[in-house]
């Protein structure tokens, strides 16, 4: 029998009625059980014939090997039922309240469909069939995304690229405009303030390096055909644990202890919402904190945040860096009001 869309629908509808020892299910049963979570979803319906080709396809061998028995009752009709009542064609270990959780994470999910992710459409329908869940189209969740982000429609090849160890061939754009041909061995996409980045590993006559690449810095990619070079060296797992954002430092930038004053009334809102993972309260009187960072530009970016309701304190050099700049920037503000009284 040829698998159409709805075809893992009706077995995993079946499967269940099979495996329900507390009701007797006829051809008729399965019929309306099937078209109920067929029109709720799909809008369509099937006939007896297309549930009797469903049993028998089931039953096959090669397909699934399910033990479907007839069991005769009430004069000339059966019900259909599996002989051995542990028996599940999808061996689901999952309990009822994880299947309650999933029912959620699938409905969270389900804000993302359509557009550019075509493949969490994908996920998202596959668990919906396997486990006979129909999404919640009401918008009780919503999640902070940029549909205009350039780069999104690339994102499902890019992983698929990265998953299949396809080299790909990019022509990137900088930010200043200039366009490079670049050919780089796809390893991790992150997504980070509301952008996605590609790393993977460039070969270039300087050496080789692990590169980030903005998803809307790029213009186009193709498959490359040089062979693949694997990752055997870099653990994304804990690859950024050290940092703020997806920016890893030169080796010659070592973790530092970061500490930060913040106003009275900023506080709470940084200790609700920590900076980084690694983040302690050095003291709630004084509302002072620490984090164990290598410092980079996003941290910076997130500390200027704040401004000016936070004070670096250590270390000086950090200090002293954002010391120069708020300097810099205090000379544009006082220079535009000299110009503003300038008769």
């Known amino acids: 029998m040829p698998t159409n869309k709805n075809a893992l629908l009706r077995y995993q509808i079946l499967d269940r009625c099979f495996s329900n020892r507390y009701r007797k299910y006829t051809i008729e049963d399965l019929v309306d059980a099937v078209n109920e979570a067929l029109y709720d979803m799909y809008g369509s319906e099937v006939s007896v014939r297309q549930i009797r080709d469903d049993i028998k396809y089931m039953r096959d061998r090669v ?3 399910a033990p479907i028995e007839a069991v005769p009752f009430d004069g000339k009709r059966c019900y259909y039922r599996y002989s051995d009542p542990n028996y599940t064609i999808f061996n689901t270990e999952l309990t009822t309240e994880e299947v309650t959780k999933l029912c959620s994470t699938i409905n969270m999910l389900g804000r993302y ?32 995304q940029n549909d205009q982000l350039r780069g ?46 590609l790393f993977g590993l460039e070969q270039t006559s300087y050496g080789d390096r692990i590169a980030n690449r903005a998803l809307d810095r790029i213009v186009k ?18 690859r950024f644990d050290d940092v703020v954002g997806v920016t890893i430092p030169d080796d010659d930038v070592q973790k530092e202890t970061v500490v930060l004053k913040f106003e009275p009334d900023r506080f709470p809102y940084v200790v609700s919402k920590p900076i980084h993972h690694s983040q302690k309260i050095l003291s709630e009187d004084e509302c002072i904190i620490q984090i164990e960072v290598r410092p980079n530009k996003e941290l910076e970016s997130v500390i200027f945040s704040y401004f000016p309701h936070v004070e670096v304190l250590e270390p000086a050099t950090l ?14 503000y006082l220079s535009m009001k000299k110009d503003c009284t300038d008769e």
């Open 63 to 65: 397909s699934y090997d």
């Open 221 to 238: 990619f193709s498959i490359s055909n040089v062979p693949f070079v694997p990752n055997t060296k870099i653990d994304f797992a804990t």
């Open 152 to 197: 999104l429609e690339f994102l499902s090849e890019l992983i698929d690229s990265a998953i299949n160890h396809q080299p790909l061939n990019l022509l990137y754009r900088t930010y200043n405009g200039k366009e490079t041909n670049i050919v780089i061995h796809p390893y991790h996409v992150k997504q980070y303030n509301n952008r996605w980045f």
């Open 113 to 144: 469909r359509g557009g550019a992710n075509r493949w969490l459409e994908e996920v998202i329908s596959n668990l919906e069939l396997r486990f006979g869940i129909k999404t919640n189209r009401e918008h009780i969740v919503s999640f902070e």
């Open 319 to 332: 200090r002293e860096q954002f010391k120069e700049k708020i300097s810099k920037n205090l000379k544009k």
